[in-house]
């Protein structure tokens, strides 16, 4: 057996690019990592916005479909434009991972699930999971963010 | 056994890392939901779950990496 020391810092590029759909070109740069998740036998990867903003950890309803979530239970989030159902599960791994390699793990992680299909496009990863883990620096012009592990 | 370039490559570059790769042509994929295997975009469609089938059915074996392209919209939590 191996022992790997885990990187104390890491450091992950945004995701950015440029479209434009009618109009001038539009501009998207958003602090996303690389996020695994699993539930039962389902497993994918997919991106998480690192939300300094958000105390919880979001899950796209549309994902749901594709863990085949059970146990959902009745809940509610607040945001910007006020109070929102949501639906509140536990996802038995989430691995944040950079280039193949996972840098740290949770297990049964509770997720809330806004019930609004639509109503975010991507996992929120909140202060109640990387934020637990990681002091993080966002470099807003550079276009990347770093991780400290506590 | 001597592997070729684009075998070193899929074995050390994540999906997401060939998201990041793409650069500006992600955003002809804008608002639709894609699915990623090794460093190829291998399906597109309306809802994750219809690219997920496609590139579970494609390769079997492997995890696939999905994600909606997004737009500008103003998300706030």
């Known amino acids: ?150 | 056994m001597v592997e070729s370039r684009e075998e070193m490559t899929a074995k050390t570059i994540s999906e997401f890392d060939f998201v990041l790769s793409m650069g500006d042509k992600l955003g002809e994929y804008v608002h639709q939901w894609i699915a990623v295997v090794d460093d190829k975009l291998v399906a597109k469609g309306r809802t994750p779950k219809e690219v997920y089938v496609k590139a579970r059915k494609k390769h079997p074996t492997r995890i696939p990496f999905v994600m909606k392209v997004p737009a500008d919209e103003v998300v706030l939590l």
């Open chain 1, 1 to 150: 057996m191996t022992w790997q020391k885990k990187p104390k810092s890491i450091t992950c590029k945004y995701l950015a690019y440029r479209f434009s759909l009618e109009g001038p070109p539009k501009y998207i740069r958003l602090p996303m990592v690389h996020v695994y998740l699993k539930s039962g036998d389902k497993e994918f990867t997919t991106i998480g916005l690192v939300d300094s903003g958000s105390t919880a950890t979001f899950l796209p309803c549309e994902l749901v479909e594709i863990l085949e979530l059970s146990n959902l239970q009745d809940s509610s989030a607040r945001g910007a434009g006020g109070v929102f159902p949501t639906w509140l599960a536990k996802v038995d791994v989430l691995k944040l991972i950079k280039h193949k390699e996972p840098f740290d793990t949770f297990q049964n992680v509770r997720v809330h699930i806004p019930k609004q299909t639509g109503a975010i496009p991507y996992v929120v990863l909140g202060r109640d999971t990387i934020f637990t883990h990681f002091d993080i620096t966002f470099y807003e012009n550079k276009r990347k963010m770093t991780f400290i592990r506590l």
